[in-house]
């Protein structure tokens, strides 16, 4: 399995850049490449495997971050071990951080182990291939290439970025989502919204005081646009002359019907997106206390389907939100609304 942040519809465009931007355009070619056969793998792979839900087991942190020496192999060196003090190489040390954050999010929001509940081992590589131009879930560790320089910077600049692709992780352990359609839009939906939760979590952030972006810093000064991703506003991430705009839609008017990046999986996850942020914003407070808590419970306990449609996900958050809110409960009532104003009817 590999789930990467950047889809291949943003590579497409960088890729076309020469000659203006030349370092860009090679390493987007490169990094386009490599999406669909790998891809491939993922689907002969069959899907994801592991225990669902978690349990309690003695929280125990274990990371550990390699160096692929700009070599595309893995898992690299190991560089840094649990406990063990920076290295001074910014890549070690913000994955390093980045595990941390991540896990101590899920454990005092959630009191969720690591990413399987048991107290799964957290592990990274970094400067992964030469000017890469990606971030991805390989199936048991998160991978970070350098950025090309010229549109993209180094990936674990961005902790939702780290946190997203560890997102990939708990949505494996937790659930069966295909990678596919709708229910690869809600993985990609739910690695974006713990991603920005874990940032709101460590910044100690209320939800109207979030950015609610994904990937912020991610892009150089050349770029016109602010990150790879917005929740509260879908289609505004980015609006520039080499990358085009932001394609996602924040309601299912804009709802994209494609076969290309499994069915559109980084455009239409948009709208549950912007149906988390709705949901949250409606709340106020801590994002990942209520609403957070309501779409973790729907991940973890309500036996989500493989082929889990927008609809069905969005039952599954006002049956959580009513198990643990009640019926008719000021909770329930902003899961309910926050679907109806993106037009998925639960
Ligand atoms: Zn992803």
């Known amino acids: 399995?590999?789930?990467?942040?950047?889809?291949?519809?943003?590579?497409?465009?960088?890729?076309?850049?020469?000659?203006?931007?030349?370092?860009?355009?090679?390493?987007?070619?490169?990094?386009?490449?490599?999406?669909?056969?790998?891809?491939r793998a993922r689907r002969e792979a069959g899907g994801s495997a592991g225990p669902r839900g978690g349990t309690a087991v003695a929280a125990t942190l274990r990371r550990r971050v390699s160096d692929a020496g700009g070599r595309e192999e893995l898992p690299g060196v190991p560089v840094r071990g649990e406990g063990h003090p920076p290295t001074g190489d910014p890549a070690v040390d913000e994955a390093y951080d980045g595990?941390?954050?991540?896990?101590?999010?899920?454990?005092?929001?959630?009191?969720?182990?690591?990413?399987?509940?048991?107290?799964?081992?957290?592990?990274?590589?970094?400067?992964?291939?030469?000017?890469?131009?990606?971030?991805?879930?390989?199936?048991?560790?998160?991978?970070?290439?350098?950025?090309?320089?010229?549109?993209?910077?180094?990936?674990?600049?961005?902790?939702?970025?780290?946190?997203?692709?560890?997102?990939?992780?708990?949505?494996?352990f937790a659930s069966p989502l295909d990678y596919q359609d709708q229910a690869g839009a809600l993985n990609e939906s739910l690695c974006d919204v713990f991603g920005v939760l874990a940032e709101q979590y460590v910044r100690r952030q209320a939800a109207d005081d979030a950015a609610w972006l994904v990937g912020a810093g991610l892009f150089t000064p050349e770029v016109s646009g602010t990150a790879l991703r917005s929740l509260k506003a879908p289609g505004t991430?980015?609006?520039?002359?080499?990358?085009?705009?932001?394609?996602?839609?924040?309601?299912?008017?804009?709802?994209?019907?494609?076969?290309?990046?499994?069915g559109g999986v980084h455009i239409n996850s948009g709208i549950p997106n912007h149906a988390f942020y709705l949901a949250a914003a409606r709340l106020g407070g801590f994002a990942w206390e209520r609403a957070g808590q309501i779409w973790y419970d729907a991940l973890t306990e309500q036996q989500l389907p493989r082929d889990c449609t927008f609809p069905a996900f969005a039952a599954a958050t006002v049956a959580a939100a009513e198990k643990r809110y009640g019926v008719g409960a000021v909770e329930t009532s902003a899961v309910q609304a926050a679907w109806e104003a993106v037009n998925v009817m639960v």
């Open 1 to 39: 399995m590999k789930c990467a942040i950047v889809p291949p519809y943003v590579l497409a465009r960088i890729a076309e850049a020469h000659p203006r931007l030349p370092v860009a355009a090679d390493a987007a070619r490169r990094a386009l490449s490599e999406l669909e056969p790998l891809n």
């Open 99 to 172: 595990l941390g954050a991540f896990y101590s999010f899920l454990e005092a929001a959630y009191g969720r182990s690591s990413l399987d509940g048991a107290g799964f081992g957290l592990d990274a590589t970094v400067h992964y291939g030469r000017e890469y131009d990606n971030a991805f879930w390989e199936g048991s560790r998160v991978v970070f290439g350098d950025g090309d320089g010229e549109v993209f910077n180094r990936f674990t600049v961005s902790l939702t970025v780290i946190a997203h692709e560890l997102g990939h992780g708990l949505v494996q």
């Open 237 to 262: 991430a980015y609006d520039d002359d080499v990358l085009g705009r932001d394609p996602q839609p924040a309601t299912m008017a804009g709802y994209v019907q494609t076969s290309s990046d499994h």
